[in-house]
Nanobody, 117 residues
Framework: QVQLQESGPGLVKPSQTLSLTCTVAGGSITTNSWMWIRQSPGKGLQWVGSISGSAETHYNPSLKSRTSISRATSKNQFTLQLSSVTPEDTAMYYC???????????WGRGTQVTVSS
């Protein structure tokens, strides 16, 4: 059974870079696709970006200029970096596995990130 666990600071100051790591157990990040999705207070889910099993990345156009997703295959981890954050980036951040056959089939518990001085 695949398990995903997000980690990173819960509080980030405006203009700094948010960095979150997702550690995957029970499945290799070199197969399927791996996503970051967030949900801001009172809003719906927003796809942030993804990295495929072959390390191809895709980003939400509205966040693309500030977003970078990378991975460490030796640790079976993938990382989100979001630069120049503002309070609008305050959200619960989830890492998710996506499969062609099942869609978004496995979610981490999420980690709350607050952007505040």
């Amino acid at each position: 059974q695949v398990q995903l666990q997000e980690s990173g600071p819960g509080l980030v100051k405006p203009s700094q870079t948010l960095s979150l790591t997702c550690t995957v157990a029970g499945g290799s990040i070199t197969t399927n696709s791996w996503m970051w999705i967030r949900q801001s207070p009172g809003k719906g889910l927003q796809w942030v970006g993804s990295i495929s099993g072959s390390a191809e990345t895709h980003y939400n156009p509205s966040l693309k200029s500030r977003t970078s997703i990378s991975r460490a295959t030796s640790k079976n981890q993938f990382t989100l970096q979001l630069s120049s954050v503002t309070p609008e980036d305050t959200a619960m951040y989830y890492c998710v596995r996506w499969m062609w056959s099942k869609g978004y089939d496995c979610w981490g518990r999420g980690t709350q990130v607050t952007v505040s001085s």
